[in-house]
């Protein structure tokens, strides 16, 4: 079976949600079995052996990559949401968008002080989404290993504002 091209398999939507967005639709890509098993796999491979002891993912298509992957790590996925979705106690952070701002929360239990910690995201764009994420995950006592995407938008730098958190992405445009 010939390995599938992941750049390939996303779709690219123009205009979406707003004019001048290049929406990256990964539907595509998580509808074929072979790339998505190839995306995850890759993925556990790198991170099997660091020593991550959970796995936190950002609402929403976060979590369609971090669950798996915290399952093969056979490690507890941490879910970093919008507000008022989680029931218990949480943390939560407000961070700049490009238009306006927006708001992510953390369980304050669902760390314990000094765990090693892989967060997770479907895209690097701009990199805010993922820095709020971060101090939540250290707010709640973890320690953020590295920052992993499955695509990373490189033109917009987010790697860069994102230093010294290691970045990792499987597939850049
Ligand atoms: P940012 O905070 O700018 O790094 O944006 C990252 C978040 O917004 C991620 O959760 C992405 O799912 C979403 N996002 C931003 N830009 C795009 C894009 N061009 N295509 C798909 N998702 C995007």
Sequence with gaps: MSTPDLSSLIRNIPDFP??????????????????????????????????????????????IFSAPIALHLGVGLVPIRKPGKLPAETYQIE??????????EIHRDALSPGMRVLLIDDLLATGGTIRAATQLVERAGGNV????????????????????????????F
């Design 145 to 172: 290993t590295e920052l992993a995407f499955v695509i990373e938008l490189t033109f917009l730098g987010g790697r860069e504002k994102l230093a010294p958190y290691p970045v990792f992405s499987l597939i850049q």
């Design 95 to 104: 961070y700049e968008l490009e238009y306006g701002t927006s708001k992510l």
């Design 18 to 63: 707003q004019p001048g967005i290049q929406f990256k639709d990964i539907t595509t890509l998580i509808g074929n079995g072979p790339a998505f098993q190839q995306v995850i796999g890759a993925l556990v491979e790198r991170y099997q052996n660091a020593g991550i002891d959970a796995v936190a993912g950002v609402e929403s298509r976060g979590f």
